[in-house]
Structures are given as structure tokens and as C-alpha cells.
């Protein structure tokens, strides 16, 4: 194949990998948005509606390790594609759920489902485009995540208002889903290693699991991952319910609001961050690390302060949080490279997956749960202070403002994580290069 057939193959498939990745998020992100319908109607607390979100991201955590392993010894775009089928098609079932413990098991199938996209798409990515171009278009995969987010709380709420139910999101999301899933399985796979300016052995990797935790940075970048996923579950999974009980905003403006926040900021965070992480990797090479760090710590400081703030003009809680959420989108573009930079090609999809089993089993998995337990203790303890008898909305709206104070803390750890990460990034990319060249060598040798 021609270098330049190549490049329109590469981009044709990034194209469809990112439009799978919109709809990934999409699918996942209609239980935050309808969760003030289903906490009335069956009477939940905020735990309840946080457990909702960590078994699904637990049940995608463990998931995720032996179907990352599938996709480095196996065809990607099937696993994808199997992938696709079985999310879409129980994302239509969640909406017959008829009670709480219910509608929990379904999310907990589509966790599996979803949970072998992610590993094999990066695996794809990092076999298809050179290290020098891989951070553009891993932030053009990574659009997925903020249009699949915009696009989910720009529309769900107005679907709910439509149809007159919560239920009706859940089957019209199941439609496109379904029929991209057709299209991934005709996807054209390269080589493991097509890429990469140095040839890659093609031989089975003995012990590949503890070869990739040998990886100093990759540590420091699955406890920033951790870190940051605590952050941005509990943003996505109660910036609604936050706005519409503290802030006093109804259910369709509250989504749009949400969707401003962590759905437009990724589309200007993600194409822009890509371009600046590349152009900093091509000065320095732990310029990405760095740049992501420092990304993080402004991120904290306007997140921070926009909740300090207290009940200010909706107006201004929107754009001060908006402005630092684009910040935190750099870690995407940043850290995920950074990944691909550190682990052999052979080993990429597996390191992936053990990096999102970090990031959803103790991050993600633990930021919803945590945030609602932490806001019904802050809700019962003014209820006491007021000394009512009685639970009211405006107990629950101080409450969960409350809790929201683990989002700016939980990206200042993230910031000291990738900082310790630019620390030892060089000499771990060196040493990866030098064992693809060795691997190489010995395989040549032999032949």
C-alpha cells in the first residue's frame, strides 16, 4: 500500500473510531442527566445515584484487563465491533428497567460491552499514525468524549420533556449505535507496529501484564489517570442534580449548562491541546507531561473558585467552571500518548486496559459513590444543624455542593501525579526504544 493510501486508510479509520467513542459516551452519560426523574420516582439517595455509576464503571474496570489482552493477540476491529453491538443493544433494555436494582444490572452488562472499545481503539490509533503525529490524532479520537457529552446533554433533557418519560433516550440511543457496528467490522487492520520508525518483533511477549507494570511512568500516569477520573465521574454524574437543586435550574437548561461545561470545552480542549502537546514534544520530550500538569493546576484553581463562590449568577458558575474544565481536557491528548510512548507496540492495548482499570475501579468507580455519600452526610448534618425533622431539597442542594469540593482537590493530585510522571518519562521512552531495537536485532538474526 502506498504511503499516501496509507494516510487516507489511517484517517478514514480514526473517523469511524471517533464517531464510536461519541456514541460510547453518549450511551453512558444518560443515567447523570435523568437522574433527578429516577431519584422521584423510585426514591433514591445521592448514594444510590452514585452506586449506579460505580458498579457500571467497576464492572468496565475488570472487564476491560482480559479484553485489552484479547486485542493484542487478536483482531481489534471484531472486538470493537462484538463490543459496539452488545452496548447499543442493552442501552434499549435499560430503558424497560422497572425498578433500581434493575436498571443497576443492565448498566453493570453495558460496562462489559464498553469496556472492549477503549483498549483496542488505542491500539489501533498507535499502529496507525507515528509518534510525532499520534497526539493530534489521539485528540481527534478523544473528541468523541466532549461531542458525546454535548450532544447527550443538549438532547436527553429535550427528549425527556418530548416523550414524557425518561425512559425514550434509552431506545433512540440504541439506533446508531447498532449500525456503526456494521461498519467497524469491515475496518482494515495494519500491522502491530506499522508506525513506528523502528521494526517491531512480531513474537509473543511472555509475561506481558508484569512487563508493563515495570514501567515506572506508567504508574505515575495510572495514579494521575485515577486521580482525574475521581474529577470528572462526579462532575459528569452530578453537575445536573447540583444545578437544578442549588442553583435552581430547571432539568432541560440544566443539561445544556452541563453540556457547556464538559461537552463544548473538550471540542476547543482537545483539538487545540493536541496541537500545543505535539508542538511542546517536539522541543522537549517530557514537554507533554509537563504542559499537562500545569494544564491541571489551573484547572483546580477555577473549578475551585467557582464553587467557593456560592450561589452566583448561573451565568458566571457556567463560564468560570467552563474555563477551567477546558484546562483538564489536556490530559487526554497528553497522557494517553504518553502512554503509547512508553509501552511496545505489542503491549499497548494491554497497557490500556490496565490503565482504565485503574482509572474506573478506584477513580471513576469511587468518584459517584463517594460524592453521594459524602453529600447525604453534608445534607443530614444541616438538616440536624437546622434542627428540622425532615429531609428537604434544600438540604440535599447544600449538601451535594458540598461534596462537589473533591472535584478541584482531586485535580490538584492529578497535577502532582503528572508531574512526578515528566520525572522519569525520558528514560522510560528510551528504554522502550532500545528494547523494540534489541527485539528487532535478535528476531533478524534468527531468520
Not at 322 to 343: E, M, R
Not at 406 to 425: D, E, H, K, N
Request: glycine share 10%.
Amino acid at each position: 500500500m502506498q504511503p499516501s493510501t496509507q494516510a487516507a486508510n489511517a484517517w478514514r479509520v480514526l473517523f469511524l473510531l471517533f464517531l464510536a467513542n461519541l456514541f460510547n459516551f453518549f450511551d453512558r452519560t444518560i443515567p447523570a442527566i435523568i437522574a433527578e426523574p429516577i431519584r422521584l420516582e423510585w426514591n433514591l439517595n445521592d448514594f444510590q445515584l452514585g452506586l449506579i455509576g460505580t458498579a457500571f464503571t467497576i464492572v468496565y474496570a475488570i472487564a476491560g484487563v482480559p479484553l485489552g489482552r484479547m486485542a493484542d493477540v487478536g483482531s481489534r476491529r471484531k472486538i470493537m465491533g462484538w463490543g459496539l453491538t452488545a452496548w447499543s443493544g442493552l442501552t434499549a433494555v435499560n430503558g424497560l428497567a422497572w425498578n433500581f436494582w434493575t436498571f443497576l444490572l443492565v448498566r453493570m452488562g453495558i460496562g462489559i460491552g464498553e469496556a472492549s472499545y477503549a483498549p483496542a481503539a488505542n491500539s489501533l490509533i498507535g499502529d496507525l499514525f507515528p509518534a510525532h503525529k499520534r497526539a493530534r490524532a489521539m485528540g481527534i479520537f478523544m473528541l468523541g468524549l466532549p461531542l458525546g457529552l454535548l450532544l447527550a446533554f443538549f438532547t436527553i433533557g429535550s427528549m425527556v420533556q418530548y416523550f414524557g418519560t425518561w425512559r425514550a433516550p434509552f431506545f433512540i440511543a440504541a439506533v446508531p449505535g447498532l449500525v456503526l457496528a456494521l461498519f467497524i467490522f469491515l475496518i482494515k487492520e495494519p500491522q502491530r507496529g506499522a508506525a513506528e520508525t523502528v521494526k517491531v518483533s512480531q513474537a509473543r511477549v511472555e509475561q506481558p501484564i508484569r512487563k508493563v507494570l515495570a514501567i515506572r511512568t506508567f504508574w505515575w500516569l495510572v495514579l494521575a489517570g485515577l486521580a482525574f477520573n475521581f474529577a470528572t465521574y462526579a462532575c459528569n454524574a452530578f453537575m445536573v442534580p447540583l444545578l437544578m437543586r442549588y442553583h435552581a435550574v430547571p432539568l432541560v437548561e440544566a443539561s445544556i449548562a452541563t453540556g457547556v461545561i464538559v461537552g463544548l470545552t473538550g471540542l476547543i480542549g482537545l483539538t487545540l491541546g493536541g496541537w500545543v502537546a505535539d508542538k511542546i514534544h517536539q522541543r522537549f520530550a517530557r514537554g507533554r507531561l509537563i504542559f499537562a500538569a500545569v494544564s491541571m493546576l489551573i484547572a483546580t484553581f477555577l473549578t475551585g473558585y467557582a464553587l467557593l463562590a456560592g450561589r452566583i449568577e448561573v451565568g458566571v458558575f457556567v463560564a468560570v467552571f467552563s474555563i477551567g474544565w477546558l484546562f483538564s481536557y489536556n490530559f487526554y491528548t497528553c497522557v494517553y500518548t504518553a502512554i503509547q510512548d512508553v509501552v511496545e507496540p505489542r503491549l499497548r492495548a494491554t497497557a490500556m486496559a490496565l490503565f482504565f482499570a485503574g482509572l474506573y475501579l478506584l477513580g471513576g468507580g469511587m468518584g459517584t459513590v463517594v460524592v453521594g455519600l459524602l453529600s447525604d452526610h453534608f445534607a443530614e448534618s444541616a438538616m440536624l444543624a437546622a434542627g428540622a425533622s425532615e429531609m428537604s431539597e434544600v438540604f440535599r442542594a447544600e449538601g451535594l455542593h458540598g461534596a462537589m469540593y473533591l472535584i478541584p482537590g482531586s485535580l490538584l493530585l492529578t497535577m502532582v501525579f503528572l508531574f512526578q510522571a515528566s520525572r522519569t518519562f525520558c528514560q522510560d521512552a528510551k528504554r522502550m526504544n532500545d528494547g523494540m531495537t534489541d527485539s528487532a536485532a535478535a528476531e533478524a538474526a534468527l531468520a
